[in-house]
């Protein structure tokens, strides 16, 4: 058995959580601490996908923009510093123990340390290359980079079994201007490859928007959701176009020379192509896809595609 647990930990969040304020921090509500969303594995397939997290957090970034664009809110911006100073920690930390739980007295001090007061996170993990049984529902093996950013996006907005739904509603906090996105992964006595996931969100408070931002704070601790004065509304990405749709390019790196070779494709098959791609430039991503040995590769051009390990991925 997997046990899918997901934390919000923001203003008030859905499990262990606080919410601060620059101007006046809330108190802490009483603890809540729903239900785990109990999640049974079945047995591994054959074929076993690894993700590439970088890759990744390209993708779940653009879904949780997408998300908010959705709803009406202007997009969060990928905060590395924050990733450095606690998201990948607490990720890392959770990988190690095999275990959720947020760590909000070194959280604090790592946010404050690099400039926010008001911030919050989501946690989570999920089993990759298995079949996952949620609740009564039998949920379809994660196998691709593109279905494990939608997958986690669609966990932490469903919210299955958290009556406040706060994971929602830290994905959705209006006063949320930043994010850091941490990935571990781990391989457990059962066979079975299990990703952790943090979600780190940082804004700033001022004079004037201090009340409204302390008033979200109290929402994300209140059972249910007001659709009402916030809207709520989720249209799952396509797995399939999620690369084009994202925005996201690829930067080459490569220290061995001044370029690196394009393929006509990325199955054993491939050849060169007859191009190249000079180190340092910036290509649109179109498609990726993983070979037969686990690899991943990015089509930049139609039948142009180049190896994954020279590019550093990102979104616009």
């Given amino acids: 058995m997997s046990v899918m647990r997901k934390m919000a930990y923001l203003v008030a969040p859905a499990l262990l959580g606080f919410a601060l304020s620059s101007m006046n ?15 049974d594995t079945l047995p591994a397939q054959t074929v076993r996908y690894t993700p590439n997290f970088d890759h990744v957090r390209s993708l779940i970034f653009y879904g949780i923009n997408h998300l908010r664009q959705e709803n009406g809110l202007a997009p969060v911006q990928y905060n590395q510093t924050i990733t450095d100073a606690w998201a990948q920690k607490i990720t890392n930390q959770n990988a190690v123990s095999s275990n959720l739980a947020h760590n909000m007295t070194s959280e604090r001090q790592a946010m404050h340390s690099i400039g926010y007061y008001f911030f919050g996170e ?23 980079d593109e279905q494990l950013a939608i997958g986690l996006i669609t966990q932490y907005y469903d919210d299955v079994g958290v009556t406040d739904f706060g994971h929602r509603k830290n994905l959705l906090n209006p006063w949320y201007t930043q994010v850091g ?125 180049i190896d994954s390990t020279y590019v550093n991925t990102y979104s616009w």
């Avoid at 108190?27 to 109990?38: D, G, I, K, R, T």
């Avoid at 993990?125 to 609740?135: A, D, F, K, Q």
């Fill in 25 to 39: 921090a809330l108190p802490m509500p009483p603890s809540n601490q729903p239900q785990a969303v109990l999640a």
């Fill in 122 to 144: 989501n946690i989570a993990m999920t089993p990759i290359n298995v079949s996952i049984r949620s609740g009564v529902n039998i949920l379809t093996p994660i196998t691709s």
């Fill in 181 to 305: 996105i941490a990935f571990a992964q781990r391989t457990d006595t059962d066979g079975v490859t299990r990703v952790y996931n943090s979600l780190d969100f940082a804004g700033t408070s001022t004079i004037q928007t201090n009340n409204m931002i302390n008033s979200y704070v109290a929402y994300t601790s209140a059972i249910g959701v007001n659709d009402a004065q916030w809207p709520s509304h989720y249209t799952p990405l396509n797995d399939t176009n999620i690369d084009a749709q994202s925005g996201m390019y690829g930067v080459v790196h490569y220290n061995n020379g001044d370029a690196i070779t394009l393929w006509d494709g990325y199955t054993d098959q491939k050849i060169p192509s007859g191009r190249y791609l000079a180190n340092g430039t910036a290509w649109k991503i179109n498609s990726a896809e993983t070979d037969d040995h686990g690899h991943l590769w990015y089509e930049v051009g139609p039948n142009q595609w």
